[in-house]
Each structure stands twice: as structure tokens, then as C-alpha cells.
């Protein structure tokens, strides 16, 4: 039987006196594909943070590829985490199969140094990859002139370089407009489906951009998890209201997702 990719059991994490996570137990498969949801604060980055090894936790077990401790470098070579803060990192000038590239290297910004030598066979894998993905017209356009939407794709690519167990999606919609989101949001159920795909996990704030792959939510609420299964369970309007401080009065399903209809406030 194989091993999850990550289990957690009754972790906790303090800083500073302060409990940002208490007794979060949670468990991710192979294959699987998970949306987890919760406002600012409420401990999701913590989380995952602690899950793929970049934290150690105050208490509780942590178990990653069946083991409690593991060999993290290579725990991390094979995890791709595509978070907001690394688009603006990656020059505007690079050529995006140059940033698909530059994740074989492990680098941010493809650079020639040394013994680091992009070869011939990584540039034709990147390509291969991005016709794999539906995004080989991108190939030879500036990282910097493409949408957000885009860049999103080409860093989510440049992780896959790797062929990772998982990929961490953190708020990777944050600042689209609404046409970029729906494209990129599409683009990745897509990648979702794939039976060649990682697992991943989509790390939000919104419902509605839950799409019908992830099939399982985790619902993070003050450093405690709130709820975990089956999105269609898991989601609910009572929970929202709970969790934003809201009222709903209602979830609309339509293509799969859950869309709350807020009350006024």
C-alpha cells in the first residue's frame, strides 16, 4: 500500500506565545486534489508550511512519504509551490520557456553559471510540457507581457518540471480580473483531470473557485480545522457564515461549483 504523500496528527504550532495552529489532523493521498479553504489568519499557509517541511511544529506528529522524518531536501524537490510572491521575482524579459526551464535548475530567473548549464534535451521537455499543458503558443513570450492568468500557468509549469508528488497553488487568483480567473480556473481543471497530473492543493479565500476536481475541502477557522471531506459536505452555508462573519442566504451550484449569495451586511 503506498504511503500518503503527507500525514498530520494533532499538530500544533506556537509563536511567540501565540497558538496559530492547534490539533490540525489531516491526511492527503496520492492523486487526490484538495481545496483548502479560511479567511486571513486563519492558518492555512502555517499549514502547508509545516506539511511540506519548510516548519517544524511545536506538537503533535508529522508523517511525509510514510516517514516521520524524512530526507526534507528531497521531500522539497518534490513539491512544487506556486505562491504570489514569486511571479514579480522572475525577470520580465525571460522568455517563459526559459522560467519553465529554470525549475529543473531550481532557480528563480534562468541563469548559465558554472556546471548549471540549461541543455538542449531540458528546453525540448520544457516544451513538450507546456504542448502537454495547452500553453505552447506561450513558449517564446516575454514572462513580463503575459497576463496574470498566464504567468500562473508558466509557474505552475516550471513546478512540474521536476515531476513533483504535489503542487501547493497558494491564492493563485489573487489580483485577477474576472475573465483571467475564469480562463486560468478552467485551464486548471483541465490540468486537474489529467491522469499524468501531481496532486494539488489549492489554497483560497473564495468558493466559487473551487472547481470540480477537488473533490475535497479542507475548511481552516482560527488555527483549528472547521470541517474536512467531501466539497459538497464540507461547504456549507452555515459553515461560511461561521467562518466570514456573514450571513448566506444561499449556495448556487451551476458547472460543478458552489457560488454563496451573500446577505447584505
Not at 548559465?112 to 540549461?118: A, D, H, V
Not at 500557468?153 to 489580483?175: F, K
Request: a negative charge; proline letters at 6%.
Amino acid at each position: 500500500m503506498t504511503a500518503p504523500i503527507v500525514e498530520l496528527e494533532h499538530v500544533g504550532f506556537r509563536q511567540q506565545q501565540t497558538e496559530i495552529l492547534a490539533d490540525v489532523s489531516w491526511r492527503l493521498e496520492r492523486r487526490r486534489h484538495w481545496a483548502v479553504l479560511g479567511p486571513n489568519g486563519c492558518g492555512k499557509t502555517t499549514m502547508l508550511r509545516i506539511a511540506c517541511g519548510y516548519l517544524w511544529p511545536t506538537s503533535g506528529t508529522v508523517r511525509r512519504l510514510g516517514e516521520e522524518l524524512v530526507d526534507l531536501g528531497r521531500l522539497r524537490r518534490s513539491i512544487g509551490w506556486v505562491a504570489a510572491d514569486l511571479a514579480p521575482r522572475i525577470p520580465a524579459d525571460e522568455l517563459a520557456i526559459e522560467t519553465v526551464v529554470s525549475g529543473r535548475l531550481a532557480q528563480v530567473g534562468l541563469r548559465r553559471l558554472g556546471e548549471l548549464q540549461p541543455t538542449e534535451a531540458d528546453f525540448a521537455a520544457a516544451g513538450e510540457l507546456l504542448d502537454a499543458m495547452r500553453c505552447g503558443e506561450l513558449a517564446h513570450k516575454p514572462f513580463g507581457v503575459l497576463s496574470q492568468g498566464e504567468r500562473q500557468q508558466m509557474l505552475v509549469a516550471r513546478a512540474r518540471m521536476v515531476d513533483p508528488l504535489l503542487i501547493v497553488l497558494d491564492e493563485p487568483c489573487a489580483g485577477m480580473d474576472p475573465g483571467v480567473r475564469e480562463r486560468f480556473l478552467a485551464w486548471l481543471e483541465q490540468l486537474a483531470g489529467s491522469p499524468t497530473s501531481p496532486s494539488l492543493i489549492l489554497v483560497t479565500h473564495h468558493v466559487e473557485e473551487i472547481m470540480p476536481s477537488f473533490e475535497s475541502t479542507l475548511v481552516m477557522d482560527r488555527g483549528r480545522i472547521a470541517g474536512a471531506g467531501p466539497t459538497a459536505e464540507v461547504v456549507t452555508a452555515e459553515r461560511l457564515e461561521l467562518l466570514y462573519g456573514i450571513g448566506v442566504q444561499r449556495l448556487e451550484r451551476s458547472a460543478g461549483r458552489l457560488w454563496p449569495i451573500w446577505r447584505e451586511a
